[in-house]
Nanobody, 124 residues
Framework: QVQLVESGGGLVQAGGSLRLSCAASGRTFNSYTMGWFRQAPGKEREFVAGISGSVSITTYADSVKGRFTISRDNAKNTVYLQMNSLKPEDTAIYYC?????????????????WGQGTQVTVSS
């Protein structure tokens, strides 16, 4: 059983930065692939970034490559999403998710645990 809690969202101007955090409960955090997803009003939830339990393997959506960085600190049971050069189209609720697998996937149905989400709003 894994509990996930996101934090770090807020309101920023275009071009600004935010760092999201996701704190996880449980004793086997390093066994989980972690992902960040986002959902804008009226849209489907979409994959943003993923990181394997090995830390060295990461995957990004094309829309955020070069701007966002996912990382994890297994000692702290925490995964991060550093977001730079933010754009208004990045506005969404951001969710972290976990799956017990070594493989990073980009579909919501393949993740087993979800956080409550944190709002990110980017103004122009």
């Amino acid at each position: 059983q894994v509990q996930l809690v996101e934090s770090g969202g807020g309101l920023v101007q275009a071009g600004g930065s935010l760092r999201l955090s996701c704190a996880a409960s449980g004793r086997t955090f390093n066994s989980y692939t972690m992902g960040w997803f986002r959902q804008a009003p009226g849209k489907e939830r979409e994959f943003v970034a993923g990181i394997s339990g090995s830390v060295s393997i990461t995957t990004y959506a094309d829309s955020v490559k070069g701007r966002f960085t996912i990382s994890r600190d297994n000692a702290k049971n925490t995964v991060y999403l550093q977001m730079n050069s933010l754009k208004p189209e990045d506005t969404a609720i951001y969710y972290c998710a976990a799956r017990l697998s070594i493989v990073i996937t980009s579909t919501t149905r393949t993740y087993d645990y979800w956080g409550q989400g944190t709002q990110v709003t980017v103004s122009s």
